[in-house]
Nanobody, 113 residues
Framework: VQLQAYGGGLVQPGGSLRLSCAVF????????MGWYRQAPGRLREFIAS??????TSYADSVKGRFTISRDALNTMSLQMNSLKPEDTAVYYC?????????WGQGTQVTVSS
């Protein structure tokens, strides 16, 4: 399985952005997918996840503002609303199977006026 994240960019505080992660390969081997982010000088942190059955989980810092979803066409998305400057980071998508874990290449999100 390979992942390709896209949709990042520059947005003003309070704005919205939608990230997508395209999945190439066997989607049937994926148990769950998620989004992580890494700001300069900080460790990569968990943002949101979604299981094969559709159960979602969010970090407290984005709960109520971000929504993770997955469609049947091999794409996972992250709708980000009410963006804050502290949301600025490189965002990575992740997929995990029973014995493997893989990452996309990352997409930059910058929240600034």
């Amino acid at each position: 399985v390979q992942l390709q994240a896209y949709g990042g960019g520059l947005v003003q505080p309070g704005g919205s952005l939608r990230l997508s992660c395209a999945v190439f390969g066997s989607i049937f081997s994926i148990n769950g997918m998620g989004w992580y982010r890494q700001a300069p000088g900080r460790l990569r942190e968990f943002i949101a996840s979604i299981t094969r059955s559709g159960t979602t989980s969010y970090a407290d810092s984005v709960k109520g503002r971000f929504t993770i979803s997955r469609d049947a066409l091999n794409t996972m998305s992250l709708q980000m609303n009410s963006l804050k400057p502290e949301d600025t980071a490189v965002y990575y998508c992740n997929a995990a199977g029973t014995r493997w874990n893989t990452w996309g290449q990352g997409t930059q999100v910058t929240v600034s006026s």
